[in-house]
């Protein structure tokens, strides 16, 4: 509280100054005051004077990127850290100077980046943190020494698994606007780099999940915001076959693909990434037009299709996950849930080649089955129900005809409203506990929504319309379907 108090007669001496008084006293003694960091953000002129020294810098450095020793006082450990990147962090201009400009002191900083260093979680913390502001406050001579010392780059990336390591990354390659609209002749030398091909042979090179997360992550946030030469690598035909090569290699935990993926999702679509897991509810809700995507990009993204697509059997796994309805057999799994989100992130992008391809893999069709064998996975008919509409709602007749004719989609509504409970059918991915009460299947909702749909467009669709009405030839199936959408399961 001394802090806001300074005036004659009111203030009371600080414990930092009673240090700075003293004719012999070590840095540890005002690392070790409670008041320091207020004192810094305050402009302590003493303080600051000495905290600038270079000696003094170094050792904050020092606290920030060498481990403390196994014996060593529990201040050492966890307090010195913390102040000394507090210190940093304050933005006190020449503290920040006399780090920058001296080369032996950034490199003992960036000395937390070598292979043999322990890498902890809490001292790379501090590491992105003073680096993060160095980048921000001292652009120019900062990003100077990172082009004369490029390894860096490749460091930052072999220790991409580490949070607080990527962040670092992603800041450095120029997804901050600001920065690049502002110093681009500092940030330029990146766009020449091979830090993308570098960043996405982490999913070869390394088996860890958090490796491939954080390269995922790295990568999507280059796709939203990265400057236009760097942007455009990364949509790139080639960049995309090798993204692909990595997802699609046998030997890489099924991580490689989740991930790939999340990335080819990002290029499709970059604000979906952005806006969070209800951007696609809203964007739906709203009935907003489809998104555009680099034609080259989608292109790259259509040679790895068939490969991808095949991974959505199901027939040669014996895996059985137990549930409380029954049990799955095999359960969905993680990455083919992700292959039908990009499948349908694919078809909203209203590309004539993607929906081509489609149609000839019959993409959609199996897509479609899955969503009836799965009845209680929530997350898959959200994604199908994205892409019926998006097919329905396509300027390609032949895609709509696709679906409605190749697909049998009217067909599997009304059969799913025949058979609306979970069957005991051990020959089947889901199925229900013999001698108990079948339970009802849980996607009736989205088969409801798709249903009116397909109602709607068909009052303003010729080539709806007419599909419909070839249920006619059976009144009874075409009774079922309209009573069906409309007053069993009104929304």
Not at 185 to 212: A, G, N, R, Y
Not at 392 to 410: A, G, M, P, R, T
Request: aromatic share 8%; glycine share 4%.
């Amino acid at each position: 509280m001394a802090m806001f108090w300074r005036m004659a007669g009111l203030s009371t001496a600080s414990p930092v100054d009673a240090i700075l008084d003293k004719e012999n006293f070590a840095l540890d003694e005002l690392l070790d005051e409670d008041e320091i960091i207020q004192e810094c953000k305050a402009l302590n002129g003493r303080l600051i004077n000495f905290l600038r020294e270079r000696a003094q810098v170094e050792q904050l450095v020092r606290y920030i990127v060498e481990e403390a020793p196994e014996d060593a006082e529990k201040r050492r450990t966890f307090k010195f850290p913390f102040i000394a990147c507090e210190i940093f962090t304050c933005e006190v201009d020449i503290i920040l100077k006399a780090l920058v400009e001296i080369e032996e002191i950034m490199n003992l900083l960036f000395s937390f980046l070598e292979p043999e260093r322990a890498h902890s979680t809490l001292l790379a913390g501090y590491f992105s943190k003073v680096v993060i502001c160095l980048l921000l406050r001292k652009t120019s001579p900062f990003m100077n020494y990172v082009q004369a010392h490029q390894d860096i780059i490749k460091k930052l990336v072999d220790l991409i698994g580490i949070t607080s390591i990527m962040e670092v990354l992603i800041r450095l390659i120029g997804t901050n606007e600001h920065l690049y609209s502002n110093f681009s002749d500092s940030m330029q030398w990146l766009e020449d780099t091979d830090v993308l091909e570098m960043i996405v042979d982490k999913f070869s090179s390394s088996d860890c999940p958090e490796v491939h997360a954080n390269a995922a992550e790295t990568l999507c946030a280059i796709t939203r915001y990265a400057p236009p030469g760097i942007a455009a690598k990364i949509s790139s035909p080639s960049f995309i076959e090798r993204l692909f090569r990595h997802a699609l290699e046998d030997s890489r935990p099924k991580s490689v693909l989740v991930n790939s993926l999340s990335v080819c999702i990002s290029l499709l679509d970059p604000k979906r990434l952005a806006s969070g897991t209800y951007y696609m509810y809203g964007r739906q809700s709203m009935q907003c037009s489809g998104v555009r995507a680099n034609p080259e990009t989608v292109e790259g993204m259509l040679g790895s299709l068939g490969n991808l697509l095949k991974l959505l059997d199901i027939s040669s796994e014996d895996n059985v996950l137990p549930t409380t309805y029954g049990s799955l057999h095999p359960p969905l799994g993680k990455h083919r849930l992700k292959i039908i989100e990009f499948v349908s992130v694919l078809v909203s992008v209203s590309s004539e080649a993607a929906e081509k391809e489609l149609i000839r893999l019959g993409a959609v069709k199996h897509i479609l089955e899955l969503f009836f064998e799965y009845p209680f996975n929530n997350f898959l008919h959200h994604h199908v129900e994205t892409i019926i509409i998006s097919c329905l709602e396509s300027k390609n007749i032949q895609f709509v005809e696709h679906l409605l004719s190749d697909c049998n989609l009217v067909v599997k509504i009304l059969d799913a409203e025949k058979n609306s409970t979970l069957a005991a059918n051990p020959s089947k991915p889901a199925a229900s506990v013999e001698g108990r009460s079948p339970p009802r299947i849980g996607n009736i909702g989205h088969v409801t929504r798709i249903a009116n749909k397909l109602v709607q467009l068909g009052n303003n669709n010729n080539g709806i319309q007419s599909r419909l009405q070839v249920f006619e030839i059976s009144g009874f199936m075409c009774y079922h379907f309209f009573l069906f959408v409309h007053v069993v399961l009104p929304i």
